[in-house]
């Protein structure tokens, strides 16, 4: 079967406003309020049950704004010019205001803002600072007017709609937080860029300030102390995932579901389930229906693929899936820990074991091995660093470096090769191996290269962070964890740390590739050849 995650938005919490006057006046309310009050009837005051006279709506009320919601809400601003327009074509008398800092009417609804200034709406261009109850004489809404450059008190408010923004239903707010353990913790942290923990408003965090978070960090990576716990979702789990990285759905920064937009549209990290609307990203309702269409459609094509006995991530020349040697395995777990899908379980020996359905065979779980316990039939760590011996390594005395670049085939790669097709050209001293992704990647594959006489060794993969472009989501994110930690073999190797080094290239950067390849080239040049050339 599949499931289609739709569980939508709410919208964010005014109570967390309180500069703007919501809980200090009952006449100040919310966006989603007044809809409740316009659909009962007539929109009454709620301190007095009178029809208001003057109204100002405050938009992106928490949104934009770094302390609350870092994002547009993208409907925030329609629907207010919305209300406004029914609110004078209840009563035409109205004096309505939207304050805003940038107003967005993308496309038609364009005309629907044209609309509004016609109908005698009057936008005020600036920044909210402030919402007084004005003693009696109405409310004030400071503004710091952008036009005026300083602030300006708009008083005889009978009402303030506050337009709050759109949070995703990644959770159930009204549930208690699942109790987690320190493993599902870390890893639920760590769902896209394993060293950048969450810490933005809507998350639990025992930290209590930034001050405190950067503390702790300073201590940890000096090695003294422990940093902050990690931060996870509020509310309880929706659909109680039997996941290691535990019960959520991963979930991006801002809290929205993680759904490949470049590559995998709808798709999440658990396989046979596709997150559509305002859970992925906030949407209007017509984006939103085609969302859907979208999300429904995979879930039909993945019922269909099983159905046909077909895998659900088919990839060409795939051959099997990961082939674990338990004689060689240490049971450290990395496996485990690092498969950005949760493919890996363990038995009740703690050997790994393998869900197959799971399983995109990525190679993560390859790269992440220290022993090479893993391996595919026609792929393996042997088989790469059997390709880079093959390559010929010129004599010390040519003055030819020879740099090996382990590229993934999905953007890295592909750049290159439209660098070529273009004819850009870079150093001929380089050879370059595709690889599945660059989680693949062990480090081993770069200390066996230098073995071998190659000068340098570049791992060239995919965007990381939150707006990842990896296939695999946290590949070229794992191979700079790797990374960071080859310098001890480096050293006990008596070779530079500059001989290794990681790049991330999107599959437009094929015009700056080059100079990418040329400038560690000169770095290698200046470093001088590997000393285990020859050997």
Same mark, same amino acid.
Request: hydrophobic content about 40%; some cysteine; glycine content about 10%.
């Given at each position: 079967?599949?499931?289609?995650?739709?569980?939508?938005?709410?919208?964010?919490?005014?109570?967390?406003?309180?500069?703007?006057?919501?809980?200090?006046?009952?006449?100040?309310?919310?966006?989603?309020?007044?809809?409740?009050?316009?659909?009962?009837?007539?929109?009454?005051?709620?301190?007095?049950?009178?029809?208001?006279?003057?109204?100002?709506?405050?938009?992106?009320?928490?949104?934009?704004?770094?302390?609350?919601?870092?994002?547009?809400?993208?409907?925030?601003?329609?629907?207010?010019?919305?209300?406004?327009?029914?609110?004078?074509?209840?009563?035409?008398?109205?004096?309505?205001?939207?304050?805003?800092?940038?107003?967005?009417?993308?496309?038609?609804?364009?005309?629907?803002?044209?609309?509004?200034?016609?109908?005698?709406?009057?936008?005020?261009?600036?920044?909210?600072?402030?919402?007084?109850?004005?003693?009696?004489?109405?409310?004030?809404?400071?503004?710091?007017?952008?036009?005026?450059?300083?602030?300006?008190?708009?008083?005889?408010?009978?009402?303030?709609?506050?337009?709050?923004?759109?949070?995703?239903?990644?959770?159930?707010?009204?549930?208690?937080?699942?109790?987690?353990?320190?493993?599902?913790?870390?890893?639920?942290?760590?769902?896209?860029?394993?060293?950048?923990? /969450?810490?933005?408003? #809507?998350? &639990?965090?025992?930290?209590? !300030?930034? +001050?405190?978070?950067?503390? @702790? =960090? $300073?201590?940890?990576?000096?090695?003294?102390?422990?940093?902050?716990?990690?931060?996870?979702?509020?509310?309880?789990?929706?659909?109680?995932?039997?996941?290691?990285?535990?019960?959520?759905?991963?979930?991006?920064?801002?809290?929205?579901?993680?759904?490949?937009?470049?590559?995998?549209?709808?798709?999440?990290?658990?396989?046979? /389930?596709?997150?559509? #609307?305002? &859970?992925?990203?906030?949407? !209007?309702? +017509?984006?939103?229906?085609? @969302? =859907? $269409?979208?999300?429904?459609?995979?879930?039909?094509?993945?019922?269909?693929?099983?159905?046909?006995?077909?895998?659900?991530?088919?990839?060409?020349?795939?051959?099997?899936?990961?082939?674990?040697?338990?004689?060689?395995?240490?049971?450290?777990?990395?496996?485990?820990?690092?498969?950005?899908?949760?493919?890996?379980?363990?038995?009740?020996?703690?050997?790994?074991? &393998?869900?197959?359905?799971?399983?995109?065979?990525?190679?993560?779980?390859?790269? $992440?091995?220290?022993?090479?316990?893993?391996?595919?039939?026609?792929?393996?760590?042997?088989?790469?660093?059997?390709?880079?011996?093959?390559?010929?390594?010129?004599?010390?005395?040519?003055?030819?470096?020879?740099?090996?670049?382990?590229?993934?085939?999905?953007?890295?790669?592909?750049?290159?090769?439209?660098?070529?097709?273009?004819?850009?050209?870079?150093?001929?001293?380089?050879?370059?191996?595709?690889?599945?992704?660059?989680?693949?990647?062990?480090?081993?594959?770069?200390?066996?290269?230098?073995?071998?006489?190659?000068?340098?060794?570049?791992?060239?993969?995919?965007?990381?962070?939150?707006?990842?472009?990896?296939?695999?989501?946290?590949?070229?994110?794992?191979?700079?964890?790797?990374?960071?930690?080859?310098?001890?073999?480096?050293?006990?190797?008596?070779?530079?740390?500059?001989?290794?080094?990681?790049?991330?290239?999107?599959?437009?950067?094929?015009?700056?590739?080059?100079?990418?390849?040329?400038?560690?080239?000169?770095?290698?040049?200046?470093?001088?050849?590997?000393?285990?050339?020859?050997?």
């Amino acid at each position: 079967g599949a499931i289609v995650v739709a569980t939508g938005w709410r919208p964010y919490d005014a109570g967390k406003l309180g500069h703007l006057g919501y809980g200090a006046s009952p006449d100040v309310v919310t966006g989603v309020e007044l809809d409740e009050m316009l659909a009962a009837g007539p929109a009454l005051r709620k301190s007095d049950g009178k029809a208001p006279k003057a109204v100002a709506f405050v938009l992106c009320a928490g949104s934009r704004d770094p302390e609350h919601l870092s994002y547009c809400s993208t409907v925030c601003c329609g629907a207010s010019i919305r209300q406004a327009l029914q609110l004078l074509q209840a009563e035409p008398e109205t004096m309505t205001y939207i304050v805003f800092e940038e107003l967005r009417t993308p496309g038609v609804a364009e005309e629907h803002y044209r609309a509004a200034q016609e109908a005698g709406v009057i936008f005020i261009k600036g920044k909210v600072s402030g919402v007084d109850s004005g003693g009696g004489a109405g409310l004030v809404v400071t503004v710091d007017d952008a036009l005026l450059g300083e602030e300006t008190p708009l008083g005889g408010l009978d009402m303030v709609v506050l337009a709050t923004g759109m949070v995703p239903n990644s959770t159930n707010i009204d549930a208690p937080s699942p109790e987690m353990d320190e493993e599902k913790l870390s890893a639920l942290s760590a769902d896209i860029d394993p060293e950048a923990p /969450i810490s933005v408003a #809507g998350y &639990l965090q025992d930290a209590s !300030d930034d +001050a405190d978070d950067k503390e @702790d =960090a $300073a201590k940890e990576d000096a090695g003294e102390g422990e940093a902050a716990p990690p931060t996870y979702p509020e509310g309880g789990s929706i659909l109680n995932l039997q996941y290691r990285q535990g019960p959520h759905l991963p979930i991006l920064a801002d809290g929205f579901s993680d759904s490949h937009y470049i590559c995998f549209p709808y798709e999440t990290r658990r396989t046979g /389930i596709y997150a559509c #609307g305002p &859970l992925r990203r906030p949407m !209007d309702l +017509a984006e939103s229906a085609l @969302d =859907a $269409a979208g999300a429904a459609l995979k879930a039909i094509q993945a019922i269909h693929n099983v159905k046909e006995g077909r895998a659900l991530h088919p990839r060409s020349g795939d051959l099997s899936y990961p082939k674990i040697g338990l004689e060689i395995c240490t049971k450290c777990r990395r496996c485990t820990v690092e498969c950005p899908f949760g493919a890996f379980d363990e038995d009740e020996n703690d050997y790994p074991i &393998l869900n197959p359905t799971r399983c995109r065979r990525c190679g993560t779980c390859m790269g $992440a091995c220290p022993v090479r316990a893993i391996s595919f039939d026609n792929y393996s760590v042997e088989m790469l660093t059997s390709m880079a011996k093959a390559v010929e390594i010129p004599d010390e005395m040519d003055e030819k470096p020879r740099i090996l670049i382990l590229a993934c085939q999905n953007d890295a790669y592909p750049a290159l090769d439209m660098a070529g097709a273009a004819g850009c050209q870079y150093s001929a001293h380089v050879r370059i191996i595709p690889v599945r992704c660059l989680g693949s990647v062990s480090i081993l594959c770069a200390s066996d290269a230098l073995s071998a006489g190659y000068d340098g060794v570049i791992l060239m993969g995919c965007k990381s962070g939150d707006d990842y472009q990896c296939h695999f989501v946290k590949g070229s994110a794992l191979a700079g964890v790797r990374l960071s930690k080859i310098e001890e073999t480096l050293k006990s190797m008596m070779l530079e740390k500059e001989r290794v080094s990681s790049m991330e290239v999107a599959i437009s950067d094929s015009a700056s590739v080059g100079k990418m390849i040329d400038d560690f080239v000169a770095v290698i040049d200046e470093i001088g050849p590997n000393p285990f050339k020859g050997f």
